[in-house]
């Protein structure tokens, strides 16, 4: 090489690997990596110039016994971007040598070396202002040291810029990193340093003693805050998500602003709050606030969760150069209980859907502006227990609270306004502007509309549409046409119709001592009648019962169950033959017999006289 340019060597992209104990690259003038990929032994040598590192990937594996160091460059090492990632073992091992200045301003940078990790000459320094930086310096290394003629190795502390994160530790492997302290940077063997960008919104924790503390979002935590994915936020849209997120403490402490649960610096682009489930912060102390909101923006909070804040000053209070807070959707339960408290302050509030509700002891909603408070749709109820007003304007010429009258404007939908003298609630009537300095309750809220939905509701024998109030419509009994045992119309369960019966008596009749019938299988009678013989041959004449002839004075006929005759009607039955004398018939012969029997009585009955 030489001042001709030769030993200058670049790599923009590929992948090299170079196997051996000693030097893998050696070049008297300058190295120069933009892309690609190399892993090597060592970088050694590095001439007149720098080493620069501005993207792609090194991996180096540095042997002590043959080069001492992973890096060593005799001018500046400068690292704005990439990754490199450097070990170095042996009993004098480093991992960057330099005798000109450090500087990082990007990229990730990694160190692990048995002795040293970064070590400079008599008047060089380290700079690190973006990026990753992490050493370790095993045995009785230190992360940084510098040289000098006069004082040997002793070590340094760097000097850094921007946002960022430093910690140490006594071990090697990290540790019980605590924050970096330049009094103790002597003992550390471990060191990372870390850029983040900070979004300037802080929320109240408790660490593992139980202390509040005050967690700052950053780049770093964003994606998960607290660790328990209760709070999260999205720089891309500036959107803080709340996920069930519960504080319950003395709030995070800002010796400006007092105590708090959440503050935060509003960016021009606004700030965005989405509520999911139940989230809820709880801030004891008279002068506390719920959440605080300083910066440019607009705050929008929304969601279909919702928030509750106890807190003694402040429930929400927005004091941005617009001052301007919208809600939509979400359901809010603020209570503030100190002297001069306020549930909402903002100079302009818009109310466009949702639940609001609070209990103040001094002021609901109170504004900079005289028609800075518009109700839109939803639900907005106040109650303010000392005497305070549901709704003011701070009147700074004059500085006095002025009772106002929301603008119902622009509100969707029919609306119901009551109020009273009373906090609770209790004996409110219809809103009269003319009794606004009087009320300490107001309530504004959507006309009711009967919503039947589509959703059915059923008893035993109807179905039904109803309302949340509980009015009901399309009332009709069940149906079941196919008779699957459901309702056609609801699906309710119904008792399924036993099928159509028609009576088939047949011709057969069935008898007892007295009737004769024809019987259904199902039970059912029909052409019941009594037996009877009009021709004398002691049987019925229809049934063809076999019928007794009349029992003497001294025989009782006995009853008889019931049969089945014989007799089918289906067809004729023949008439029997007549029988006695001629043409006079049984009948005849009977009354004969009768007689005889008679005149015999009467002759046996008068012998007995003699």
């Not at 019966?501 to 009594?530: F, L, M, P, R, V």
Request: charged share 20%.
């Amino acid at each position: 090489g030489g001042e001709d340019g030769r030993g200058v060597l670049e790599i923009e992209g590929g992948s090299i690997t170079i196997e051996g104990d000693e030097d893998g690259i050696y070049t008297d003038n300058s190295f120069k990596m933009t892309g690609g990929s190399l892993t090597v032994g060592a970088i050694y040598g590095i001439g007149t110039n720098n080493f620069e590192m501005n993207g792609g990937t090194i991996t180096i594996n540095a042997v002590a016994d043959y080069a001492p160091g992973a890096i060593c460059a005799y001018e500046s090492f400068l690292m704005n971007g990439g990754t490199i990632t450097a070990s170095a073992t042996g009993e004098i091992a480093y991992t960057i040598y330099l005798e000109g200045d450090f500087t990082m301003n990007g990229g990730s940078l990694k160190l692990s070396a048995d002795c040293d990790g970064i070590i400079l000459c008599e008047d060089s320094s380290i700079v690190v202002s973006g990026g990753t930086l992490e050493i370790s310096a095993k045995e009785a290394g230190h992360a940084f040291i510098r040289v000098t003629e006069s004082d040997g190795a002793v070590s340094i502390v760097p000097t850094v810029t921007g946002d960022y994160s430093m910690t140490a530790s006594v071990n090697e492997d990290g540790s019980g990193a605590v924050i970096y302290d330049e009094d103790a940077h002597e003992t550390y063997k471990y060191v990372k340093i870390a850029f983040v960008t900070k979004y300037g919104i802080t929320i109240a924790d408790k660490d593992d003693s139980g202390a509040t503390v005050g967690v700052e979002i950053t780049s770093e935590n964003c994606t998960d805050v607290l660790g328990d994915g209760t709070v999260s936020y999205d720089p891309t849209t500036n959107t803080l998500t709340l996920n069930n997120y519960v504080y319950n403490g003395v709030g995070a402490d800002d010796c400006d602003i007092g105590y708090y649960g959440l503050v935060a610096d509003i960016p021009a682009e606004g700030l965005t709050i989405v509520l999911v489930g139940t989230n809820s912060i709880t801030v004891s102390g008279s002068e506390s606030a719920g959440m605080i909101f300083f910066g440019s923006g607009d705050l929008i909070i929304k969601g279909n969760g919702s928030l509750s804040i106890n807190s003694g000053m402040f429930g929400i209070t927005v004091q941005t150069d617009s001052g301007k807070l919208t809600i939509e959707n979400a359901k809010f339960n603020i209570t503030t209980t100190g002297a001069m408290a306020i549930g909402v302050q903002a100079n302009d509030f818009v109310m466009n859907s949702g639940n609001l509700k609070i209990t103040a002891s001094m002021i609901g909603i109170g504004t900079s502006e005289e028609e800075g408070i518009h109700i839109n749709g939803g639900s907005v109820e106040i109650g303010t227990a000392i005497g305070g007003y549901a709704f003011i304007y701070w009147d700074s010429a004059h500085s006095t609270f002025n009772p106002v009258t929301p603008d119902l404007s622009n509100y969707v939908g029919d609306y119901n306004m009551t109020a009273g003298v009373n906090a609770d609630g209790s004996e409110a009537t219809e809103f009269n502007e003319g009794y606004l300095s009087s009320y300490k309750y107001v309530k504004v809220e959507p006309a009711h509309v009967h919503d039947h939905g589509t959703t059915w509701k059923s008893d035993a024998n109807e179905h039904w549409n109803e309302c949340a109030c509980g009015d009901k419509a399309n009332k009709a009994a069940h149906t079941d046409s196919d008779t699957n045992g459901k309702c056609d119309v609801c699906g309710a369960d119904v008792p399924v119709a036993p099928p159509s019966h028609t009576h088939d008596y047949g011709t057969i009749w069935k008898t007892d001592a007295n009737n004769h019938w024809k019987e259904c299988e199902c039970g059912e009678k029909s052409e019941n009648a009594a037996h009877i013989d009009g021709n004398g041959d002691s049987k019925c004449d229809t049934c063809d019962y076999a019928m007794s002839k009349a029992p003497s004075n001294n025989e009782t006929e006995k009853p008889t169950d019931a049969t089945e005759s014989e007799k089918d009607d289906s067809t004729e039955a023949e008439a029997p033959a007549d029988k006695g004398c001629g043409g006079c018939g049984s009948s005849a012969a009977l009354s004969a017999l009768a007689i005889v029997a008679v005149v015999g009585s009467a002759l046996v009955i008068k012998k007995k006289e003699d």
